[in-house]
């Protein structure tokens, strides 16, 4: 498998194997050590070090994060809304009115009819209506249909 990065603000390079093993570990585990990541890899310490520095540094590794059950949070109730927009926003624009509504989780510009898709998390069904209405209140979106989630059945580490 070759993975290559063309993301804003990452560079066009194909990653090796080793950059994917490097890659697979911290996917598992940001908090993995650069001994861990070098057995992972085939490396030494310092030069798994030296090879994650580098995917951080041209954008193949954006950053590092905690991942939080929700459910833990209380937060147990989710939708996707499909949002279509007034006129022909850009998504810089939809990005920055979806932003102002802490409960939308992931947003993404979509083909077909809906200009966008948007996964909301609230702690209940009254939360995620309030939720629903402020990104209704948005100035660029002209409505949303959204469903909710009744159940999960998969949630695999992104790659």
């Given at each position: 498998m070759v993975i290559s990065c063309a993301e804003e603000g990452a560079s066009d390079v194909a990653m090796d194997s080793i950059d994917e093993d490097i890659v697979r570990c911290v996917l598992r585990d940001a908090r993995s050590t650069y001994a861990e990541i070098g057995r992972a890899a085939g490396l030494s310490a310092p030069a798994a070090k030296r090879r994650l520095d580098r995917l951080v540094a041209d954008g193949t590794i954006r950053g590092f994060t905690?991942?939080?059950?929700?459910?833990?949070?209380?937060?147990?109730?989710?939708?996707?809304?499909?949002?279509?927009?007034?006129?022909?926003?850009?998504?810089?624009?939809?990005?920055?009115?979806?932003?102002a509504v802490p409960e939308v989780v992931e947003a993404y510009t979509v083909s077909g009819a809906a200009d966008a898709m948007v996964h909301l998390m609230a702690l209940d069904i009254p939360h995620l209506e309030r939720a629903i209405q402020q990104v209704r209140e948005a100035r660029v979106i002209e409505r949303t249909e959204s469903v909710i989630v009744l159940s999960g059945l998969i949630n695999r580490p992104r790659v």
């Amino acid at each position: 498998m070759v993975i290559s990065c063309a993301e804003e603000g990452a560079s066009d390079v194909a990653m090796d194997s080793i950059d994917e093993d490097i890659v697979r570990c911290v996917l598992r585990d940001a908090r993995s050590t650069y001994a861990e990541i070098g057995r992972a890899a085939g490396l030494s310490a310092p030069a798994a070090k030296r090879r994650l520095d580098r995917l951080v540094a041209d954008g193949t590794i954006r950053g590092f994060t905690a991942l939080v059950d929700t459910q833990a949070l209380g937060w147990r109730t989710e939708a996707f809304a499909e949002v279509y927009c007034k006129g022909n926003p850009t998504p810089a624009e939809l990005r920055r009115e979806l932003e102002a509504v802490p409960e939308v989780v992931e947003a993404y510009t979509v083909s077909g009819a809906a200009d966008a898709m948007v996964h909301l998390m609230a702690l209940d069904i009254p939360h995620l209506e309030r939720a629903i209405q402020q990104v209704r209140e948005a100035r660029v979106i002209e409505r949303t249909e959204s469903v909710i989630v009744l159940s999960g059945l998969i949630n695999r580490p992104r790659v």
